[in-house]
């Protein structure tokens, strides 16, 4: 069992940065693959960057080049850092966790976070 809090979201102009972060609590924090999704209003949740057990990371092509995912396996601790937000990125931010899905369908998920970016 894991359980996943996400902090950090907020209101942010255009072209500013936040930090997120996500907490995991339970063991084997190390072998699980971490990824944030968002969720925009009327809008389906889609997966914004992944990083597996092993530290590759991927990135939805909306994000790239703006946004970092990291890890440290010492604190049990997920981080998302945006960079030159933009109005389109307002959206809860979700963390997730799986060990066995791919993260096609991640057992684990926090609560979410606002982030609101504003023009």
């Known amino acids: 069992q894991v359980q996943l809090v996400e902090s950090g979201g907020g209101l942010v102009q255009a072209g500013g940065s936040l930090r997120l972060s996500c907490a995991a609590s339970?063991?084997?924090?190390?072998?699980?693959?971490m990824a944030w999704f968002r969720q925009a209003p009327g809008k389906q949740r889609e997966l914004v960057a992944a990083?597996?057990?092993?530290?590759?990371?991927n990135y939805a092509d909306f994000v790239k080049g703006r946004f970092t995912i990291s890890r440290d396996n010492a604190k049990n601790t997920v981080f998302l850092l945006m960079n030159s937000l933009k109005p389109e990125d307002t959206a809860v931010y979700y963390c997730?966790?799986?060990?066995?899905?791919?993260?096609?369908?991640?057992?684990?998920w926090g609560q979410g976070t606002q982030v609101t970016v504003s023009s």
């Open positions: 997730a966790a799986d060990r066995f899905t791919g993260l096609s369908n991640p057992p684990y």
């Open positions: 339970g063991q084997s924090f190390i072998s699980y693959a």
């Open positions: 990083i597996s057990s092993g530290g590759n990371t």
